[in-house]
């Protein structure tokens, strides 16, 4: 890992005092305040990883002085090289998290997420296995204190879930669950197999970073909003009224659909809710193929066709195939609290992935 400069550290501590005392100035317009804060919770990490480097340099170069000086006693200059020791072993892990810091930040990681999950191929089996990742991202969520709200949901006479999309919200909440789409595969025994014979299923996750209104600027004209009854599994009318709404977006052919309530009025929002999700991560596909000539990080292609993960039931484990990563520890993930390890685990691979970048650079 190339070293990180003392100017460049130097800058950035005078950047987090700049901030500091602008924030301080009487009589700042509330805007500039909120504006300034902003900056400074981006920037007081970052200082603090820096300030510790600056302080593990500093004193390895006082106690590097001291083990050199032949005149300077015995015990003090014994002490002086158990104390370089110490610090000459902390100090690459305050330098890599230092240059962790520096990484260029996706502008979205501390979105909200819009969660879509539905099953592929495999029929009702693969209806149920959505409806486990369902439940295990609505859990997971619910672990790390984050918002889960339902936006949309077809069941299948089964029990499982067709389709599902959700919103969840919290802090950095896109940046933990980025890396979660793509197929996921099923291995087990359906309930409703005699032969004991393990099927093979799968389920699609999309996670988007949720758009906020100055994000997407939506044009009234460029949409065609249709309203009719809902019906649920099978065709059954459920309520009697025209409340579901299909909204398309005529210059994307982007279509949604939403009659979860009763309402037509709110089905409508949580409609365009969705659709600007999707029409910012349209712009951000749009502008990552512009820089296509950059490095891409194994684990956040985004491809949503790739199968990523296994879950194998008659094993009790869960392999993630981007990373080689298995775990036998099925139930855990499945319930919630388990999935931590594995996000963990890809996050940790994607900085890995561009700290070498950096320095291939």
């Known amino acids: 890992m190339s070293q990180i400069s003392s100017e460049r550290i130097a800058q950035i501590e005078a950047k987090k005092h700049d901030l500091s005392a602008a924030m ?50 015995a015990e003090l200059r014994a002490m002086a090289e158990a104390e370089v020791a110490e610090i000459r072993a902390k100090l690459p892990a305050a330098e890599r998290a230092l240059a962790l810091q520096l990484l260029p930040k996706d502008s979205a990681d501390e979105r909200a997420a819009m969660l879509e999950v539905r099953a592929g191929t495999g029929g009702d089996e693969a209806a149920l296995f959505a409806g486990d990742l369902l439940r295990m991202y609505q859990r997971f969520a619910e672990t790390e204190g984050w918002r889960f709200e339902l936006i949309s949901s077809n069941a299948s006479e089964a029990g ?72 649920g599994p099978g065709g059954q009318s459920v309520n009697t009224t025209d409340s579901a709404v299909r909204i398309t977006h005529l210059p994307s052919g982007l279509v949604v ?57 008659p094993q009790g484990r869960v392999t993630d195939h981007r990373i080689n990563l298995t775990l036998h520890k099925l139930p855990e993930i499945l319930e919630g609290p388990g999935l931590k390890e594995l996000t963990g685990a890809l996050i940790a691979e994607d900085e890995a992935q561009r700290l070498a970048g950096l320095e291939d650079a």
């Open 24 to 73: 301080s100035a009487g009589n700042l317009p509330p805007d500039d305040f909120v504006r300034l804060s902003k900056e400074y919770a981006q920037v007081e990490p970052v200082a603090a990883a820096a300030r510790e480097v600056r302080r593990l340099r500093a004193e390895l170069e006082v106690l590097t002085g001291i083990t050199a000086d032949a005149g300077a006693e």
């Open 160 to 231: 499982g879930t067709k389709e599902a999309v959700a919103s969840i919200s919290g802090a950095g909440v896109f940046a933990r669950l980025k890396f979660e789409g793509g197929v996921h595969r099923v291995q087990r025994v359906p309930a409703t197999e005699s032969g004991g014979r393990i099927h093979t299923s799968a389920a699609t996750v999309a996670v988007l970073p949720e758009a906020e209104d100055v994000d997407v600027q939506i044009d009234d004209k460029d949409l065609r909003i249709d309203v009719y009854r809902s019906s």
């Open 257 to 313: 659909i939403q009659q979860d309530e009763k309402s037509q009025h709110k089905n409508k929002a949580k409609a365009l809710k969705v659709l600007r999700t999707r029409l910012f991560e349209l712009e951000r596909e749009r502008l990552a193929n512009e820089r296509a000539g950059a490095r891409k990080s194994m684990v956040g292609s985004g491809d949503r066709s790739e199968r990523i993960r296994t879950y194998n039931f």
